[in-house]
């Protein structure tokens, strides 16, 4: 579990990392809702971004966990 939640806290900061970088906010006038426009020009949600933040979260969690078990 330790192994793997340290994985889970590492894709989730490179994920968190690259979703930043990679989308670029964008105010939508219309409905005011801040959207993200891809590189191709597509406008898409911003949930990329906390899906990072989950795993970052998970990852804590269950290294946490895996601290604190007795053995």
């Excluded at 670029?24 to 891809?38: E, F, K, L, Q, Y």
């Amino acid at each position: 579990m330790k192994i793997t939640s340290i994985l889970l806290f590492i894709s989730g900061v490179i994920f968190t990392i690259y979703c930043v970088t990679y989308f670029n906010p964008r105010i939508n006038a219309a409905d005011s809702d801040p959207m993200t426009v891809n590189p191709s020009g597509g406008v898409v949600a911003e949930w990329p971004i906390f899906i990072g933040i989950i795993l970052i979260f998970v990852g804590s969690v269950f290294f946490y966990i895996s601290q604190t078990e007795k053995k």
